[in-house]
Structures are given as C-alpha cells and as structure tokens.
C-alpha cells in the first residue's frame, strides 16, 4: 500500500508564507513527477506546481514567482514553498505522485486546507 500525507496547511494573513510537504510512504520502488494541486470552494481543481524527478520545475501562472517546488527523492517528499500569499490562495492543496510499487499509477493525498485572510 501507499500513502501520500500532507502537513502545512493553515490561516495565514496576506503577504505572507507557508510550507506544504506530502510525504509518500509504503511499498515504493520508485517516484516520477511530483505535483500539487489546490481546489477552491466551488472551483474545479487546478494544477499548481510540478516537479520531475530530475527536478525540472513547472508553475501556475498564478503562482509563480511566488511559489517554489522542491523534494527529497531520499525522504519520496514534495515541498511548496508558498510566499507573497493571497486571499485567492486560500484552497484545499492536494499532492498527487507517479509512483511504482509493482506498477505505475498516480496517488493522492488527502489535502489539507491553506487559507489567507486578515
């Protein structure tokens, strides 16, 4: 089994910062593209950061400059680094990995909750 978990969330005022990491544990083999993803209430899901696992890195045209992504291949951790906050931030951010344990296919974590109000 594999499990993705995400830590982080939380209220955070605007302008300023937080750090999401999604840890994958359980019977992997090995990890691709890492990726996060955030949904807003009444809103379809968005792709917000990608990471490969050679660490080539892909934003949001709404995040970037603000956000940065980065893992661990040693930990099967992905970071977002989440500056410049604002109020249209405030989403549930999902991870979602590539990953093998026996064969390929993409795991969720369970979200957690990132809101920016003052």
């Known amino acids: 089994q594999v499990q993705l978990v995400e830590y982080g969330g939380g209220l955070v005022q605007p302008g300023g910062s937080l750090r999401l990491s999604c840890a994958a544990s359980?019977?992997?083999?090995?990890?691709?593209?890492m990726n996060w993803y955030r949904q807003a209430p009444g809103k379809q899901r968005e792709l917000v950061a990608t990471i490969t696992s050679g660490g080539s890195t892909n934003y949001a045209n709404s995040v970037k400059g603000r956000f940065t992504i980065s893992r661990d291949n040693a930990k099967n951790t992905v970071y977002l680094q989440m500056n410049s906050l604002k109020p249209e931030d405030t989403a549930v951010y999902y991870c979602k990995a590539l990953i093998s344990a026996g064969s390929w296919r993409n795991y969720w974590g369970q979200g957690t909750q990132v809101t920016v109000s003052s």
């Open positions: 359980g019977s992997i083999s090995s990890v691709a593209s």
